[in-house]
Structure formats: C-alpha cells, structure tokens
C-alpha cells in the first residue's frame, strides 16, 4: 500500500458536456466521487490522501463557475464534517484558503479546529494552491531562518507532516501536473487514466494502487 495518494481530479466540465449538461451538474457530481473515494480511502486503511480542488489558476475561469464550486465546498465541509468527526479523520487545506470568502474560511477553520486531534487518514484539500508558490513561500522562510537546504524547504511545504507522497493519480486522460505538489512528486509513481473525475470510482482508485504495487522504486538506485 502506498502511504499517500494525491489525485488531480479532472473531467467534470466534459463529463457534463458530453450529456448536454450544465458543467455545475459536472462538478456535482464530482463532489459524490469525492465522497466516494474518500470513503474508501479510509476503509483501506490510507495514511493520506490529497485532492486538488481548486488551483491558483481557477480563478480565470468564469464568476458564475466559480461561484459554484465555492458554493459545492461550503456545502460539502457543512455535510461531511460529522462524519469526518466520527470516522478519525483528519482535515487539512493546503494553498492560500484565506483569500477565499469569510463565511467558508470560517467553516475551513472550524473543520480544521474539530479534525486536528484525529489520528486516522489525513484528508488534504489542495485550495487556491499552485505548488511554484507554495515552493517559493518555503524557500523564502528557510532563507529567512539562515539555512536553505532540501530538508529545511520540505519543513515549510504545505503537507509538512505528511507522508511522502508515493502516488499520483490524474483522471480524464490528461498527462500532466499542472502546478499540483511538484516537490512531493520528485519520487513519487504516476498513473493517468482516461475516466472521467465524476466516473472515477474505489474500483479505479484500487487498480492504480494495485499498479504501484506491482512497480519497483529505486529512488536513482539501481
């Protein structure tokens, strides 16, 4: 088993285009995926999971898609923080969710206030996050502190505390990163698959890490 996961969830806005659907229909039903796979997750027995929800860059999308997916996450931390509660797991946000409305970093900060002693799977949504930033951010504070290093750069990274990540996922068919955990991923396994965000299910989520575990990692070693 890997000891953290990370999926790029990508496709809601084809999912919905290819049923002549609205794209917020789309991101709906992303959100019950999100359940989902979460859900499982924490059945198996996962150290980590990273989700990336909502990019620095998904503020150029229109006001109106915006809109929804900030009404799609206060709806879903009001829903589903009992149940984080009862089941030990631990929310966290990486990325700069302060500058999201006051009403959700009220509700962020109240998630995280009633997770924080939770010793079960780390749940980690990735908000308003872009990993060159979150990169530049822990190069200046080790600067500041006088010791620039690997290590002390890791020590400000965003998901300090958490495993490393062993695997990443991308739904939709797209191969790329886009700006998600750059740093975490130096040595982690990669796995694209062409379904669809809202299509993605526990089934998909134990195909890629029945993948990892058929791979061998060598760290550069031989």
Do not use: C
Not at 132 to 146: M, S, V
């Amino acid at each position: 088993m890997p000891r953290h996961v990370a999926i790029i969830m990508d496709g809601n806005g084809r999912w919905a285009k290819r049923r002549m659907m609205p794209r917020a229909v789309g991101h709906k039903r992303g959100v019950e995926a999100v359940r989902e796979v979460t859900r499982a997750v924490r059945d198996m027995g996962l150290g980590a999971l990273t989700l990336y929800a909502f990019s620095s860059e998904n503020w150029k999308r229109p006001a109106d898609e915006v809109a929804d997916l900030m009404g799609l996450l206060r709806n879903f931390i009001r829903s589903d923080i009992e149940e984080f509660v009862a089941n030990n797991v631990r929310l966290r946000i990486i990325g700069d969710y302060q500058v999201l409305a006051p009403d959700i970093v009220d509700l962020i900060d109240d998630a995280l206030e009633r997770t924080a002693r939770n010793t079960g799977t780390q749940l980690a949504i990735a908000l308003n996050y872009g990993s060159q930033q979150e990169i530049a951010r822990a190069a200046a504070k080790a600067a500041a502190a006088g010791d620039v290093t690997p290590e002390s750069i890791e020590a400000h990274l965003d998901t300090h505390g958490m495993p490393p990540l062993d695997l990443l996922v991308r739904t939709s068919g797209e191969e790329r990163l886009s700006n998600f955990l750059l740093w975490q991923a130096a040595y982690a396994e990669l796995w694209f698959t062409d379904v669809l965000w809202p299509d993605f299910t526990p089934a998909h989520l134990k195909e890629a890490i029945d993948a990892f575990g058929r791979r061998e990692r060598r760290y550069g070693g031989r």
